[in-house]
């Protein structure tokens, strides 16, 4: 007894600074079992221990361990674009994890990494959640310009788009105003119709014959989608992708022999078409403008609606 009390002395540490009880607790967390009962004797053994100090460090080391969590983030992305763009912010969040998973469906993170690691990465989380639940008004118009119009701006103030209008002698041809959420994707379609006779019925009533035209329509105008999403700088990027159809009329003409010996005349549809896939970036109080071809061109001002509280909708 008296030689295993010497060499418990002799193996004790001294406890004069923190390096060393950092030194006597790795032995306690170490995944040797006898090193670990070496590190209770050598406490149980000295009497200069300072117990609070040791716990307070214990506690310490216990928390400052990899914790395995997992995020239900379901809510941020509901579509295969928007899942893939969550993936790289979540990656960023996740920074310094040891380890970062999602499930196939994207609706769940796996997260195992410090206590510092996981409070950054909530705050991540709600700061998406924050952003996405901001909602962004959209007003389209689309102007029609006489001929001769060389160049368009492209950003104006409401008054100066007013004045610009006049002074061009522009005319608006719809302007649509829809309102979406941060980061989700609408569906705008300014067209209109245009009729054409693409062909004919032939009804037989005894001994008479008659033709009856079926009309076709073309829709002609600007199809676009667009998803606004916040920037830091507190303007609005509007990713955009526009589908622009123009009637090329008058329509050509085709006969068409009819069983009755004589002809009758179909129309056939012409149109030309552009397909535009960009970015805006809208910034608060200013319209942003985009030529579309010689004599359209279309104003977007996108701005932050305040919704009152209690929901939104």
Known sequence: MRIAATLLFLLAPCFADDADLDA?????????????????????????????????KLEARRTDR???????????????????????????????????????????????AMAAVHEQ???????????????????????????????????????????????RKAKPLQAP????????????DIVEKVSYIEDFDLEVEGDTALLDPVVGVLEVGTALQLRPVFADDGSIHVSTRLQHTKAKLPFPTLKVPTPMGTTFEVQVPSHDSL???????????????????????????????????GGSR
């Open 177 to 188: 105003h829809v309102i979406a959420r941060n980061g989700d994707k609408v569906s705008i």
């Open 121 to 167: 990465f909530s705050k991540e989380l709600d700061e998406l959640r924050r952003r996405r639940a901001l909602v962004i008004q959209l007003e389209t118009r689309v102007l029609q310009l006489p001929e001769g119009v060389k160049e368009v701006p492209g950003h104006l103030a409401p008054k100066e788009l007013a004045a610009w209008m006049r002074e």
């Open 66 to 112: 990899p914790v395995l969590r997992v995020y239900d983030i379901s809510d941020l992305a509901t579509t295969p674009k928007e899942r893939k763009y969550l993936v790289l912010q979540l990656r960023s969040a996740a920074g310094k994890a040891e380890r970062f998973r999602l499930d196939p469906d994207r609706s769940v993170a796996v997260v195992v």
């Open 24 to 56: 006597l607790i790795d032995k306690l967390f170490s995944p040797d079992a006898n090193v670990r009962a070496e590190a209770r004797a050598i406490i149980a053994a000295r009497k200069d221990v300072d117990v609070a100090k040791l716990l307070a």
């Open 275 to 309: 397909s535009i896939a960009g970015r805006m970036i809208c910034r608060p109080g200013r319209v942003t403008l985009l030529r579309i071809d010689e004599r359209t061109v279309l104003a977007i001002a996108a701005s932050r609606v305040e919704l009152p509280t």
